[in-house]
């Protein structure tokens, strides 16, 4: 047999007994460039995702202003979205599910109709309301009016008891309403058909968001991922617009030779083909916003949302000339107050309960609402998300 040696050698990584006299290994410490470079790459990642949030939420305000002009049914372009919506959703569903080789979840009759229905028929009137008023209001009057959905949404929170009544949330209301008075007196673009329009919007908003809330909080169901919900929400939300698509715009759109009385197969597949691209701008937005609460917070999704009114409201005056006295400008900075006012309690109440973060912060643009309570559960679903991420980035 060899000689075996009798040195103890201490273990590399493992460190050595205190009266040995052999030096203690530490553990490597990370240089200061790697740091930086962190710093810079999740820098970099979180600028590339608010972009790309403001691409599609900006992109598809214009975009529906735009298209509205030359085709006078908003109606019936929001249930096309819907429909286009439904048909992305459903292929996501299949391609996760495919990749993760689990079920995605579907839920009975009865849950569908008791439970999912209400939220839905009130998002399809606050989207179908939304759009409509696009027949009548500018860009910017329609940003500043459904920013003021913060301020139902507080008021139904408080309603159903999802908000606590405190003397912050008064004031969040009164700089809100305040700014909308400022913004909307005495403008010299001012439609009241349109802006009731969009008021009645914001208000149903208040609703959607509160039932959308109480939704998510039923764990039962299963609809904490955001492609699950929009897959269940469509159908209903087509089905529920679809009476007053009927009474409205059917008519009309049946003789209208752009659709159903067509002469130019060009011009039908031009307008069919546009309306198309809204419906992917709306699923677009919705992703873009996943992307961004999953892979920031949503605080960092609320306060790109105060700057994204901002961006509109300039946009709207440099591109399509609206015209913003002082008054309106100095009502839009105290409703921008009072919603970061929102946002800055929901970050310090969440901070100080020790709150899921996802679930405390409320966004200056409703629309958020649904992925900023819905991104918190899906942090246990590591796979989904890493899944829905690559499909992004490609």
Partial sequence: MGRVSTSHQ????????????????????????????????????????????????????????????????PLFMTMLHLAVIFLFSALSRALVQCSSHRARVVLSWADYLRRVAP????????????????????????????????????IFSLIFKLEELRAALVLVVLLIAGGLFMFTYKSTQFNMEGFALVLGASFIGGIRWTLTQMLLQKAELGLQNPIDTMF?????????????????????????????????????????????????????????????????????????????????????????????????????????????????????????????????GLGSSPDLELLLRSSQREEGDNEEEEYFVAQGQQ
């Avoid at 679809?242 to 209208?256: D, I, M, W």
């Fill in 10 to 73: 201490p273990l590399r990584g493992v460190p050595a007994p205190a009266d040995s006299g052999a030096p203690v290994l530490q553990p490597p410490r990370m240089g200061r460039w790697a740091l930086d470079v962190a710093f810079l790459w999740k820098a970099v990642l979180t600028l590339g995702l608010v972009l790309l949030y403001y691409c599609f939420s900006i992109g598809i305000t214009f975009y529906n202003k735009w298209l509205t002009k030359s085709f006078h049914f």
């Fill in 232 to 360: 269940h929400l469509q159908p209903l939300m087509f089905l529920g617009l679809f009476p007053l698509f009927a009474v409205f715009e059917g008519l009309h759109l049946s003789t209208s030779e752009k659709i159903f009385r067509f002469q130019d197969t060009g011009l039908l597949l031009r307008v069919l083909g546009s309306l198309f691209f809204g419906g992917i701008l709306a699923f677009g937005l919705g992703f873009s916003e996943f992307l961004l609460v999953s892979r920031t917070s949503s605080l960092t999704l609320s306060i790109a949302g105060i700057f994204k009114e901002v961006c509109t409201l300039l946009l709207a005056a440099h591109l399509l000339g609206d015209q913003i006295s002082l008054l309106n400008w100095l009502g839009f900075a105290l409703c921008v107050s009072g919603i970061s006012l929102h946002v800055a309690l929901k970050a310090l109440h969440s901070r100080g309960d020790g709150g899921p973060k996802a679930l405390k």
């Fill in 119 to 154: 939220t839905a028929l009130a998002t399809a009137l606050d989207v179908g309301l939304s759009n409509w008023s696009f027949l009548y209001v500018t860009v910017s009057l329609y940003t500043m009016t459904k920013s003021s959905a913060v301020l139902f949404i507080l």
